[in-house]
């Protein structure tokens, strides 16, 4: 089935630093892909997303690209900020219902200043 | 609009009791979705509704769960009778349904079964 696999945490840096944390995922068809990410105490909120092959999500800073050839959806930031310390989640809709999210384990980001 | 409103914002009760879980999704959403989070397992789908229809329950972890929708702008999740296994952090979320997959979470309920 459908599946979603994000790279390890925590992931911690320095304010400033260059942010990649890794997605890749398994399905059938063409999902669309997302980034979710939860603040302490809150509960997700969508991030970016794309819904078609080589599109580039966008937002705060954040962007990811659809790679169907590498069947991955990598978040990158060029200098991350103390306030961007959350878990991020790499989802992806589901193959036989746009309305299902499949989500990815989260990574935790730690960013110190 | 208020987005997503989950009531209560934490529950403690004892092993044995019911609890009753609530939420209001977007107005104007047409699924609305209960996920649970722990940290054990991570981010898991309980159930979602598609018109005030359950869709998939193939996430509810047993007889014990239960969730209805009686109409657009309410659903319950019931536990009866609770476990101190099924603390967590309880979210619901609501989209447009369709094609438009975007979900919008609630502020989630954090449940302490003692």
């Known amino acids: 089935g459908d599946s979603v696999t994000q790279m390890e945490g925590p992931v911690t840096l320095s304010e400033e630093a260059f942010l990649t944390i890794n997605c890749t995922y398994t399905?059938?068809?063409?999902?669309?892909l997302f980034w979710y990410v939860q603040y302490p105490g809150e509960g997700l909120q969508l991030l970016l997303k794309a819904t078609k092959a080589d599109d580039k999500g966008s937002n705060k800073g954040f962007e990811a690209t659809y790679r169907k050839e590498t069947t991955s959806f990598h978040l990158e930031k060029g200098s991350v900020q103390v306030s961007d310390s959350a878990v991020y989640f790499c989802a992806l809709s589901g193959a036989h219902s746009a309305s299902k999210i499949i989500f990815g384990s989260g990574t935790r980001l730690s960013i110190r200043p | 609009d208020a987005g997503v409103i989950q009531s209560p914002r934490h529950e403690v009760t004892e092993m044995g009791q019911e609890v009753t879980l609530r939420c209001k999704p977007i107005s104007g959403h047409n699924s609305l979705f209960w996920y649970r989070q722990t940290m054990m397992r991570g981010l898991e789908l309980l159930i979602y509704f598609n018109n005030n229809v359950p869709i998939d329950d193939s996430g509810m972890p047993e007889d014990r769960f239960s969730a209805k929708m009686p109409n657009a702008s309410f659903s319950t999740l019931k536990i009866q009778p609770s476990e101190p296994r099924d603390s967590a952090v309880y979210f619901c979320?609501?989209?447009?349904?369709?094609?438009?997959?975007?979900?919008?979470f609630g502020p989630g309920t954090r449940l302490l079964v003692l």
């Open positions: 399905a059938t068809g063409y999902p669309s």
């Open positions: 979320a609501s989209s447009l349904g369709g094609d438009q997959e975007t979900q919008y």
